[in-house]
């Protein structure tokens, strides 16, 4: 039994960090640097961040961003994402935390390398009345609909099942918009009824759609090739992502909440046990928070100290 249980917590790590031996070499460099960064403890954003919320989020925004058929055709055409998905979560995962935890050097330096690797990811996709569009993962709309959709998941998934956040969810919208601005885009929004009607105008536009591809990135989404321990887990969490999404995504994403004939599957409360489980699999705090507070504290940040 202890030894399923120490191979359950190596695979957990494996998939997050990309590594089950120790935490990775560049969340330990976020010591580094010589200022204090874009967010400190206490803010809207290290609440998020820092919770255990993003795992459901992470979903969430994988299944919003497949809507976007230029978004999608640049992971299809662009990505290794079938042969390869556990980098590419870890890759985002780093750069997440980077802007979240690390100096704004690290921070830019961080999102000036996801920019050049999106560099070659372009091409072309039909939009729904038929004309021919083309596409780039660093044109400033479609890194606008990554962002919004990002922000959106993440803001949702916390509220549903994490606790209150500091400055309320408008400060996270407004604090994470740094993040925005350092991979292009322009004048993202800042608060909450911002971004919820900057969805709707994708929606209402009919710049959203569903197709063949959007089916096959979906059932990939639900059966990703994980480890057996950890695909318990996974299922309930996948289902507490669907939880959060809108009727109309959940539609057009071909989802529905879980239910047992006429009766709802007990979600939220299932989810927060699955979360509670991988916070003590995990500890409570990232070693890329830990560095963090470390740096803070040889600068002086009175800060650092915040729980």
Same mark, same amino acid.
Request: charged share 25%; glycine share 8%; proline share 8%.
């Given at each position: 039994?202890?030894?399923?249980?120490?191979?359950?917590?190596?695979?957990?790590?494996?998939?997050?960090? @990309?590594?089950?031996?120790?935490?990775?070499?560049?969340?330990?460099?976020?010591?580094?640097?010589?200022?204090? @960064?874009?967010?400190?403890?206490?803010?809207?954003?290290?609440?998020?961040? @820092? #919770?255990?919320?993003?795992?459901?989020?992470?979903?969430?925004?994988?299944?919003?961003?497949?809507? %976007?058929?230029?978004?999608?055709?640049?992971? %299809?055409?662009?990505?290794?994402? $079938?042969?390869? /998905?556990?980098?590419?979560?870890?890759?985002?995962?780093?750069?997440?935390?980077?802007?979240?935890?690390?100096?704004?050097?690290?921070?830019?330096?961080?999102?000036?390398?996801?920019?050049?690797? %999106?560099?070659?990811?372009?091409?072309?996709?039909?939009?729904?009345?038929?004309?021919?569009?083309?596409?780039?993962?660093?044109?400033?709309?479609?890194?606008?609909?990554?962002?919004?959709?990002? =922000?959106?998941?993440?803001?949702?998934?916390?509220?549903?099942?994490?606790?209150?956040?500091? @400055?309320?969810?408008?400060?996270?919208? $407004?604090?994470?918009?740094?993040?925005?601005?350092?991979?292009?885009?322009?004048?993202?929004?800042?608060?909450?009824?911002?971004?919820?009607?900057?969805?709707?105008?994708?929606?209402?536009?009919?710049?959203?759609?569903?197709?063949?591809?959007?089916?096959?990135?979906?059932?990939?989404?639900?059966?990703?090739?994980?480890? /057996?321990?950890?695909?318990?887990?996974?299922?309930?969490?996948?289902?507490?992502?669907?939880?959060?999404?809108?009727?109309?995504?959940?539609?057009?994403?071909?989802? #529905?909440?879980?239910?047992?004939?006429?009766?709802?599957?007990?979600?939220?409360?299932? =989810?927060?046990?699955?979360?509670?489980?991988?916070?003590?699999?995990?500890?409570?705090?990232? /070693?890329?928070?830990?560095?963090?507070?470390?740096?803070?504290?040889?600068?002086?940040?009175? #800060?650092?100290?915040?729980?």
């Amino acid at each position: 039994m202890r030894n399923v249980l120490r191979i359950w917590q190596d695979e957990l790590r494996k998939t997050f960090s @990309g590594k089950a031996d120790g935490p990775p070499e560049w969340s330990l460099r976020l010591a580094e640097g010589n200022d204090a @960064g874009y967010h400190l403890p206490g803010s809207a954003v290290w609440a998020v961040h @820092g #919770s255990m919320t993003p795992i459901v989020a992470g979903i969430r925004a994988l299944l919003m961003q497949s809507l %976007h058929p230029g978004a999608l055709a640049g992971v %299809h055409e662009h990505s290794n994402f $079938r042969e390869d /998905p556990l980098r590419r979560l870890a890759n985002t995962i780093r750069w997440i935390f980077t802007v979240t935890y690390g100096s704004k050097a690290a921070a830019e330096d961080s999102s000036e390398r996801v920019r050049h690797l %999106h560099v070659p990811v372009q091409g072309t996709y039909r939009d729904n009345a038929g004309g021919l569009r083309t596409y780039s993962a660093n044109d400033p709309g479609l890194a606008r609909w990554i962002h919004v959709a990002f =922000t959106d998941a993440f803001l949702t998934a916390h509220k549903v099942y994490g606790r209150p956040i500091p @400055g309320g969810p408008d400060a996270y919208v $407004r604090e994470w918009a740094q993040a925005g601005r350092l991979m292009g885009v322009e004048d993202p929004p800042l608060t909450e009824a911002e971004m919820r009607n900057e969805l709707d105008r994708w929606y209402a536009q009919d710049q959203l759609r569903t197709d063949e591809r959007v089916a096959e990135t979906v059932q990939f989404i639900r059966n990703p090739p994980l480890h /057996p321990l950890l695909r318990p887990g996974y299922r309930v969490l996948f289902a507490s992502a669907v939880y959060t999404l809108e009727p109309r995504y959940r539609s057009m994403l071909g989802l #529905s909440v879980p239910r047992l004939g006429p009766f709802p599957l007990p979600v939220r409360a299932a =989810t927060k046990a699955v979360l509670g489980v991988v916070r003590l699999a995990l500890g409570r705090r990232r /070693p890329s928070e830990n560095a963090a507070r470390e740096r803070l504290r040889r600068l002086g940040e009175p #800060s650092a100290g915040l729980a």
